[in-house]
């Protein structure tokens, strides 16, 4: 069940800002009320739900500094993950992740947002799975599950994007460069970063990462 409900906020079925019907996702579900209400509250404390009182829930709005702080955690955590896993790929997974890099740029270019979304967590996962190390995965996961996927979907120029930093990301891996592979998914999440601050502050930044700083 929560699993379900965080697929709908990612793939936008659930709008930002909108209001959580319990009766209506129970319908839809096929289940009762109850673990509708038991998944609303896990989503409430993780962030992704909004309590109001005698209102009820609504969708969390994308909170930039919020995003910003799980992509500098993601930007620590999954270049090291990608420098682990090119040491552990198998021929067929690179065959698979190529496979999916097609994937994303046909749904790029017919609009599939839901398909996009989806095969760019199956690929990013083919490769933390070969890191070695479970619980990097299950942190990186945690990460992901934080993360405004939904968001990022309608950022006009990344659907684009995407598809050439993952086919990058794949060249790397491909040549069993592991360097290659980690500075590829720290300019891809920058990419991403610096396409969200302009969708939700509406200006560039100059140093997302805040690595210039004091």
Not at 117 to 144: K, M, P, Q, V
Not at 163 to 190: P, V
Request: with cysteine.
């Amino acid at each position: 069940m929560v699993s379900e409900l965080r697929r709908m906020i990612a793939g936008g079925e659930l709008g930002r800002g909108s209001r959580v019907q319990q009766d209506m996702l129970a319908a839809r579900l096929k289940t009762s009320i109850t673990p509708v209400r038991e998944a609303l509250r896990l989503l409430e404390a993780e962030g992704l739900l909004v309590g109001e009182p005698h209102r009820g829930v609504r969708v969390a709005e994308a909170d930039y500094e919020k995003v910003k702080t799980v992509y500098l955690l993601r930007r620590l955590i999954e270049p090291y993950a990608m420098r682990r896993a090119a040491r552990r790929l198998s021929p067929r997974d690179l065959d698979l992740a190529a496979e999916m890099v097609d994937q994303m740029e046909q749904a790029a270019a017919t609009g599939d947002r839901g398909m996009l979304n989806d095969t760019n967590r199956r690929f990013h996962f083919l490769f933390y799975s070969r890191a070695g190390n479970d619980g990097l995965t299950a942190e990186i996961e945690s990460l992901w599950q934080q993360f405004p996927w939904d968001v990022l979907q309608v950022v006009p120029e990344r659907a684009d994007e995407t598809g050439r930093e993952h086919r990058d990301m794949l060249d790397a891996a491909r040549a069993g460069d592991a360097d290659a592979l980690a500075r590829c998914t720290e300019e891809h999440l920058a990419s991403s970063l610096y396409g969200l601050a302009r969708h939700l502050i509406g200006h560039d930044v100059e140093d997302p990462f805040d690595i210039d700083v004091d």
